[in-house]
Nanobody, 114 residues
């Protein structure tokens, strides 16, 4: 099993920055991909960014160039989402996951508003 705990959400003004963290524990050997999803009010959960164990990164079109995923640890003990130039439409609950939808964190709220 894998345990994921997010932190770092909050309220930020448009154009601001925020870094989300995801503490990863458990059986790390079964993780091939780490992901960030988000779900806006009334919307579906969408995939925002993916980091593979080989180091490749994939971003959803609306966040490419603004969001960056990084990690700590031999493969991964902490997974980060650095968000810059935030927009009101980035407001959502952000979820960390492993192997896409196999394991989930509890989510952290990000609100972009003046």
């Amino acid at each position: 099993q894998v345990r994921l705990v997010e932190s770092g959400g909050g309220l930020v003004q448009p154009g601001g920055s925020l870094r989300l963290s995801c503490a990863v524990s458990g059986n790390l050997a079964i993780i091939d991909y780490m992901n960030w999803y988000r779900q806006a009010p009334g919307g579906q959960r969408e995939l925002v960014a993916t980091l593979s164990s080989s180091g490749s990164m994939v971003y959803e079109d609306s966040v490419r160039g603004r969001f960056t995923v990084t990690r700590d640890g031999g493969w991964i003990t902490t997974f980060y989402l650095q968000m810059k130039y935030l927009k009101p439409e980035d407001t959502a609950v952000y979820y960390c996951s492993a192997n896409f939808q196999a394991f989930w964190g509890q989510g952290t709220q990000v609100t972009v508003s003046s």
